[in-house]
């Protein structure tokens, strides 16, 4: 599910209305669960929609049962009105990103860096798998993919102002996908 603008953080989708009284059952796209649970300004938006439409979160909550989370907003006061938002995504602006750790990055800035090899460009990152640790997705200049875990150890230098990330991978590894 992608977002169609930079200027927006996708945190949810909209999955199906949950009881009478207008909550919204969501699937959490975020690193940052607690966007579903803490009160505050959210949008949402349809395909159809020209403009994500301001629906401030009123409460959250995470629904184990079928790992999903259970959200109320602001203009959705029963079923019949949830039930138009299904499929919709839940944004915020990129501008309200959270904080991160040293080290640590925003998929969305990761997508599209240059990835070089003992100084040879590899490709580029087209993708993030998370596989209990990420794995970056990297398409090479004639099109086929190569997987590198992303531990420091293998990619010691992210470079986000340069654009480019080298990888150390152990011998074998990127020759095993390019055969």
């Known amino acids: 599910m992608m977002v169609r603008d930079s200027a927006w ?4 989708q909209v999955v199906a209305a949950h009881g009478l009284r207008g909550w919204l059952r969501v699937r959490c796209w975020s690193d ?14 349809r395909d159809t929609d020209p403009e ?13 049962a079928k790992g999903l989370y259970l959200v109320r907003l602001e203009g959705i006061p029963d079923r019949t009105v949830a039930e138009t938002w299904v ?18 990055y925003h998929y969305r800035d990761l997508i599209g860096l240059a990835v070089y090899r003992q100084g040879e460009l590899l490709g580029h990152v087209s993708g993030i798998l998370a596989a209990g640790q990420d794995v970056l997705e990297i398409t090479t200049p004639d099109h086929r993919q190569v ?21 150390q991978p152990p011998p ?5 996908f390019l055969g």
């Open 9 to 12: 953080l996708l945190v949810g």
């Open 32 to 45: 940052f669960p607690e966007r579903l649970t803490e009160p505050g300004p959210r949008w949402l938006q």
């Open 52 to 64: 994500p439409l301001l629906h401030s979160l009123i409460e959250g909550q995470f629904f184990p």
């Open 87 to 104: 499929g919709a995504r839940l944004l915020v602006p990129a501008s309200h990103r959270l904080p991160l750790q040293p080290e640590e």
């Open 147 to 167: 997987l590198i875990p992303f531990v420091k150890a293998l990619v010691p230098v992210v470079d986000l102002e340069k654009g480019a990330l080298h990888v």
């Open 172 to 176: 074998g590894l990127v020759e095993s």
